[in-house]
């Protein structure tokens, strides 16, 4: 059943600006769902909404059959987790635990037994008697979980609550946070900019830009078939490869058209594209499905290589155009001061010991079957 | 020694560390007098603690650090003068030098005079007593208003709150002298002449409190901390109480001391709305004595109101001492993650 339903819901603040346009979405009971976009999508607006604590210009929140848009945030019975946690300052940890539930006039002996339950979860037994500024940034982010956790909610909401912690932590506090989500079994909504985050966490992942939801999908489905352009470049890290291409037929054989260089197409590739023949499209490959190869392929001249251990990233550029939103970015970091002739367009990820040398020419193998295809003027997948 | 802070120029303490072997060649004439002069700072802020001043010349410094000693001792001057004279008799007062001393040591006689109706017209103790409830009342109440109407102002928007705010600050725009006819009037017909009610509910009212509240909850009360007490159920009386007044507190005393000060202090209202010396408080009863020695020829008065003078504002150094502790930052330590 759905524990949290959006529908239509959107944000127009008093300035004219559209935080939040439209959003439909559904979490089930006990999902783990990730909003997740660039600052200012409103992912956030969003999740306040939920809460209660932004007011809805249009559309509906609603918790299993209840409209809840006129119900004030006390009464919400939601938990939530905040970026930079507001613990209360002069109460104890066991005191910043227990203060829901001595607003909800608990008794003191379940109060106690909660608290006890809930610091045991997350390993702050010996902490109780602490005020939050005796304590390290990833105790207080999990008092700041606990507060949430004593509650046992019906709705979770978190807005990115590891996004303080550093890597090490936060990589840590990932885990912990699902662990706690599977014994809980709260319908969760968790806000985050980090893709990382999203596909690591979510049953499902919501992904918004400007306010529009691009995409609703398993972190699966959302790598393997991106409804558009920005989905695309957005998930996955390293982004997207994407480039402006061509479709043509040299003979019988459908070819891609990259710059100057043409890949040929099987024919179950070039159906699934044929409305585009002759005309321009956007092609992306991830910078994991090329490799090196001996044969024919996309030539490219390497710029920079980056050694991981366990992989090389391979910076290199080919003369083919960026696309959208890589190639505004890849203009800024030319009038940023490096050379636009010799700035990287593409990234791949390579074995180490492949002997890619920066400054040297390398013959990629591209598998057609691993290319995506959008359109140029709407950005939405193609054939698909 | 080359990373001289905030004094002089750095490039002069720069010359100056390069050119240590000349340091002993006292006098040399190939030395430039700038050289020297550089060599000198640089030595001078080996040995004293450097002092920065929003990057002021020395000269500026010492030229400021003058003026505010001369404020200082101007301030500090009557007080001085209070303290020596209220161990005089009446006739020392007059006739002995005024900064200084002089038998007989009256002090204790002087202070035991407070607590007797010399003239028959009221009672210093009496007027302690009046002027302690109404600093207590007004004050206490002046502060508790300020807490919640500034808290109200940096915390909700409604309607008209702008409008409501500016209105409280015009307040502060209006000179009390102008309100003296309208006020008299009303009290007249409200039955607030002679009352206590007379006396505490204007001094309820503090302009410059709510204001000071305002700006110490718009920066030491995190919205977040709100919200977050409000999704964990907390009603808005309860919100106030157990999450925001705690932050406030550096800001709530400082605006219990101002009204308590303001109140103390009051000498206008008092004056306009009692007429029965019992209910005088210490401004107007010290006022009439000192009237009373000087034009009805009660000159006995005149060590009684030195020393009434000394002992009025006891009680508000106190009270200054005591909030001190109160004015300390790093309340939030701990509770929002930057």
Redesign the interface.
């Known amino acids: 059943m759905a524990a949290i339903s959006l529908s239509g819901l959107t944000k127009v603040y008093a300035t004219g600006v559209v935080a939040l346009d439209g959003l439909d979405l559904v979490v089930d009971d006990g999902e783990f769902v990730v909003l997740v976009g660039p600052s200012g999508c409103g992912k956030t607006t969003a999740l306040r909404m939920v ?3 932004e007011r809805v210009t249009s559309g509906t929140v609603s918790f299993g059959d209840r409209v809840v848009n006129d119900v ?9 987790v ?9 109460l104890s940890v066991r005191e910043n635990l227990g ?2 539930l001595e ?2 006039k608990m008794e003191r002996a379940e109060r106690d037994r909660r608290i006890r339950a809930a610091a045991a979860i997350l390993g702050l037994q010996d902490l109780l008697g602490r ?5 390290s ?1 990833g105790q ?1 982010q999990r008092v700041a979980m606990g ?1 949430a956790i004593v ?1 046992s909610p019906a709705v979770f909401l978190m807005d990115e609550p590891l996004s ?1 912690l550093d890597a090490k932590l936060r990589v840590q506090m990932r885990s912990e946070v699902l662990r706690v989500h599977r014994s809980l079994q709260a319908a969760t909504l968790y806000v985050t900019h980090d893709q990382t985050e999203a596909m690591t966490m979510g049953d499902r992942v919501a992904v918004l830009q400007d306010g529009v939801l691009q995409q609703y999908d398993t972190p699966r489905s959302l790598y393997a078939a991106p409804a558009n352009v920005f989905v695309a470049t957005f998930i996955g890290s390293p982004a997207m490869n994407v480039y402006e291409a061509g479709l043509e037929t040299s003979g019988s054989v459908p070819t891609l058209v990259l710059g100057s260089q043409r890949l040929n197409l099987p024919p179950q590739i070039a159906a699934r594209v044929a409305a585009y023949q002759g005309r321009k499209l956007i092609a992306g490959v991830r910078p994991e499905d090329l490799a090196v190869s001996s044969g024919p392929g996309l030539v490219a001249d390497v710029r920079l290589v980056e050694v991981l251990g366990s992989e090389q990233q391979v910076y290199f550029s080919v003369d083919a155009t960026q696309a959208g939103g890589a190639a505004a970015a890849a203009d800024e970091s030319a009038q940023a001061g490096i050379l636009a002739a010799s700035a990287p367009n593409g990234m791949a990820r390579l074995d180490p010991r492949s002997g890619v040398r920066a400054g040297g020419r390398v013959t990629f193998a591209v598998d057609p079957a691993r290319l995506y295809f959008f359109d140029p003027d709407t950005g939405r997948a193609i054939g698909r | 020694m080359t990373d001289v802070k905030g004094r002089g120029d750095p490039a002069a303490s720069q010359r100056a560390a390069a050119l240590p072997g000349l340091r002993s060649d006292e006098g040399a004439t190939r030395e430039g007098r700038a050289a020297k002069a550089a060599r000198r700072r640089a030595a001078e802020t080996e040995s004293t603690i450097p002092v920065e001043l929003y990057g002021l010349r020395r000269g500026t410094v010492t030229l400021l650090t003058t003026l505010a000693f001369l404020f200082a001792i101007f301030t500090l001057v009557p007080i001085a003068w209070i303290v020596i004279n209220s161990t005089k008799t009446q006739a020392n007062i007059f006739e002995t030098f005024g900064f200084w001393f002089a038998r007989p040591f009256s002090f204790f006689h002087n202070f035991s005079l407070l607590f007797q109706n010399v003239d028959g017209y009221g009672t210093y103790i009496q007027w302690f007593g009046n002027t302690a409830l109404y600093a207590v009342l007004g004050g206490a109440g002046a502060t508790a208003l300020s807490a919640f109407a500034g808290y109200g102002f940096a915390r909700f928007s409604f309607r008209g709150s702008k409008v409501l705010f500016y209105l409280t600050i015009a307040a502060l725009l209006v000179p009390i002298t102008a309100l003296t006819l309208p006020l008299y009037l009303t009290y007249a017909k409200a039955h607030l002449i002679n009352s206590l009610w007379g006396m505490v509910l204007p001094s309820m009212i503090s302009p410059v409190g709510i204001y000071l509240m305002r700006v110490y909850v718009d920066i030491s009360v ?1 919205r ?2 709100i ?9 808005e009386t ?1 919100i106030f109480f ?2 925001a007044l ?2 406030m507190v550096p800001g709530f005393m400082t605006v219990l001391l101002i009204s308590v000060v303001a109140v103390w202090n009051n000498y206008f209202l008092p004056l306009l709305i009692f007429n029965i010396n019992t209910r005088y408080p210490l401004t107007v009863g010290l006022g009439l004595w000192s009237e009373r020695a000087q034009n009805s020829g009660n000159a006995q008065l005149f060590p009684m109101v030195v020393i009434g003078g000394l002992v009025t504002i006891i009680p508000l150094i106190a009270l200054f001492l005591i909030l001190q502790r109160y004015w300390r930052g ?9």
């Open positions: 809460a209660g604590l004030s945030p006390r009464h919400r019975d939601v938990a939530m905040f970026q930079n946690y507001a613990l209360y300052p002069h203060f829901a607003n909800k005020k939050p500024r005796q304590l940034g207080r507060r509650r303080n | 995190p977040e901390l919200d977050a007490a409000r999704l964990d159920g907390a009603g309860r157990r999450v705690p932050l790093g309340l939030l330590l701990g509770s929002i993650a930057n």
